[in-house]
């Protein structure tokens, strides 16, 4: 062990991440250099950054770059040396950022990582990142030497080296006895395992940079390699560009001024194994021994420039590859999966900043999100000024809540590299950025849903819904401004088996439809709600009904209330039309009024019965076959309502609650041979008081109590005792219980008139507002509070275009995008 050295043990989910790394992870373990490039680039954008502010961080080393060498040192051992001029650590800081897991979540991705397979893990290290220890993947002993940048506090920074091995569960920690050899900033030692000595091979390291690092990395690669050169022999000059290749190695790397001359030989063929030396030399001395010269090969040291390309966001969005895109996106949102899609993207804002951006949308939502989607605010919108990394914290109101998930990379030309809290305020530019960015997101998922877009896509439409679907709907509820074109991207199930959007639902409608029917049902199938009775007769006569059957519906339906003038209408609720009522008004009253007195026994009968649930009893229009069902009054609620408002934790107006829970009518199928049945029983009960019969009146109540139980049942209600209710049924004569469930009413009904043609605009269209609501905020939707002391204004931030012009707060309909 070193002189001075100090020896620590490893922290012990330390210890456990290093024993997943290593036994686990051969088949990943290229990660390696891309965490170590990461880490690279990290000590670099923090350095930078606090350079703007103390300019002394800087001294020691004049450039910011990263470097890269591999080398066969004459013990045998082959070593790759992964340097920066970053910010450095102090020995303190060694012990403490390799020694132990300062990350939250940690123990939980071990507890993981150590109960899945080899494929599992691989995944999980593309979420969690491992960072250093990925080194442990290809070297049995890794040395860390650092020199942290000058401050005021740390005025004479030295140079340390942490080192460890593979198999040990502690490392150590001592100063470097060859003094300050780095000036500043890490270098990463590899000694390269027996099985891993691939990565000397100065293609492969290339490749690899290629491939994970290139796009993501802000500061200049350079990778050591060496080049044959045929030097003339008559002239024996001073070689100036030579060095002998045992030299090298004592040299920390000095990266030439000159970077751009070496630029092209990145294309040029690198000898790197022996025999393509060899032939190369033979090849040489033949061209000139061709041309009559006398000439000796000479190796020539030289630094490549790896990432020589401009960062990706600032490339022709013609010249960029989708796998580029793809991953630039996993590199740097550090996400295993691809993105769903992109939209890449350069304007100027009307304050004059001129940026280019490209949004990505991930391919799921993370799960955090809708544990409480209005509480995440956006944390991955990397803001650059001129390709310098600032900040990936806009602050709360970066986006709206509902895109709080697109990840999204900025680079603006001309605003002040010392982003501060206040600065976000203040600056014109960055308030505008959060139109620019959802104006974008919205534009983006129109053009892949739209039918007629020429970039459309179907597949990837179908996956976007899929994953994205309710946050359209909260978007639609939150972002006012944007309701419309988020709303129009909504898909929803349909009694017909299939799912349609709000605009062509609407063209599908029938003659004469007024009204968009639809019904919501918290928790249950589609499949269930499509047999429910109040879908019955309207999916017999062949119109469609959205079924809704998350939170999230109800509350958007009751916020947006219509689309393009059609009002909604719950079909379990009063005032349900279908439009081709019969032409003539009066008749269809008549006919009203001829069964009401026909059935009026019954009606009073069950009016006494079920005065305790509903507030009238009435003849229905919406039963095919069922005998009866509970209907909310247009101030009442609906099952699904009454069921979300019971969920709430505080009913703040009990007395409105238990107002509301009593305005349900109770329906009666005048065709149900089960009503006609029940009003001949009540007919025939003698009607004075002297010669009642109690066991007959008895027997009708029972009937009486399973049916409209039944109904509560049928219609999504609870029934105020289940128990009872099962009991009564089952306690029941035999006979009826058979007649219950067998009864069936004569099922044919009128079809619906053909599609309507005329557009929706020229039609007489008026509805009524006076629907029960459900206010967000009630169902804790919304943060209190939050919403009290935030109303929705603090959205409406100021508009402009990327052509400067400013956006009027009006409407725009969505067909404008
Ligand atoms: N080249 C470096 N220069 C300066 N500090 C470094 C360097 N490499 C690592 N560190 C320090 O060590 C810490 C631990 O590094 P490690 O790679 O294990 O995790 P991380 O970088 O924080 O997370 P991850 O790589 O998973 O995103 C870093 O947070 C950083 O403070």
Redesign the pocket.
Known sequence: SQEGAQKFDYQSDVARLRKIVINSLYSHRDVFLR??I???N??LEKLRLISLTDKQVLEGAEQMNITIKSWKEEDGSSRLYIR?T????TPE?LTE??GTL??SGTSEFLAKAESTDTTGTGNLIGA??????SSFLVADQVY?T?VAAKSDKNPNPEQYVFSSSADDSTFEVYPDPRGNTLGR??E?TLVLKDDALEYVDTQKVTELVNKHSSFSTSFPIYLFTQRTEMVPIEEPQEEKTVTETAEAEDESPSVPEEKEELEESLDEEQPTVEEAFDDMMQKLEKEDEEKGIKTKPVIVDEWVHLNSQPPIWMRDPKTVTDEEYERFYQATF?DYEKPLSWHHFSGDSGSGVSFRAIIFIPSKLNDEYWTNPLLTSAKDVRLMVKRVFITNDLGEDALPKWASWVKVVVDAEDLPLNVSREMLQSNKFLRQLKSIITKHIIQTLHRISSEDDPEADEDKWEQISQAYNNVFKLGAIEDRKNREKLASLIRFHTNQGNSTTLDKYLEERKKGQKQIFYLADIGKTTDDLSKSIFVEKLHARGYQVLLLNDPLDEIFVQNIKNWKKIPFQDVAKAGLKFGDEDADPEEEKERQQVLTEQYKPLLEWLKKEAGEIVRDVVISNRLVTSPCAIVADTHGYTANVEKMINAQQSKANQFMHEYAKKMKLLEINPRSPLIEGLLKRVDQLPSEEEERDLEAEDELREVTAVLIDGALVRSGFSVPDSNEFLTRASTYPPSLSRRLETAKADSSVKPAPPVETKPVEEEDLSFDDTHVRVDPEMLGLFDQADAAAQPQVQWEVEEVDEEGNVIKPVEVSHDEL
Do not use: H, Q, R
């Open positions: 965490e170590l990461s880490n690279a990290d000590a920066d970053g910010i450095g650590m800081e950022n390799l300062a990350k969690f990142g491992l960072g250093f220890y860390v650092s900033g890490t990463i550090k």
